[in-house]
């Protein structure tokens, strides 16, 4: 099965918010100690990072939506949240949640860092 599963796209108005979520397939991924972070892909475009997060609750983020970003990981739920505001129609985008057991590690933006991804979820916005 595909490792990690994004929920909680949807269409919205520009100035909304969503909050997407990613939790894991199988019991035996604990995200508590992993290195999680969340990424994006527009039609016709190269996917790029958003946010990560390792296992000790630091974070690195992308410049551009660092204003617009909550990401958390509800250690007792074995879920990771990605909060987005003021959404825009460039945000317009599949998401996806990716993971890394090397929880200690510092967050990455690099996707090449990660070896778990899910199927993504996607959020329209419209202007």
């Known amino acids: 099965p595909v490792p990690l599963v994004e929920s909680g796209g949807g269409s919205v108005q520009a100035g909304g918010s969503l909050r997407l979520s990613c939790t894991p397939s199988t019991p035996d991924i604990t995200l508590a100690t992993y290195r999680m972070g969340w990424f994006r892909q527009a039609p016709g475009k190269q996917r790029e990072a958003v946010v990560s997060?390792?296992?000790?609750?630091?974070?690195t983020n992308t410049a551009s939506m660092k204003d617009r970003l909550a990401v958390s990981i509800d250690n007792a739920k074995n879920t990771l949240y990605l909060q987005i505001n003021s959404l825009q129609p460039d945000d317009t985008a599949m998401y996806f949640c990716?993971?890394?057991?090397?929880?200690?590690?510092?967050?990455?933006?690099?996707?090449?860092?990660?070896?778990?991804w899910g199927q993504g979820t996607q959020v329209t916005v419209s202007s």
């Open positions: 997060i390792n296992r000790t609750g630091r974070q």
């Open positions: 990716a993971g890394d057991p090397r929880g200690d590690s510092w967050p990455t933006l690099r996707a090449s860092e990660y070896s778990l």
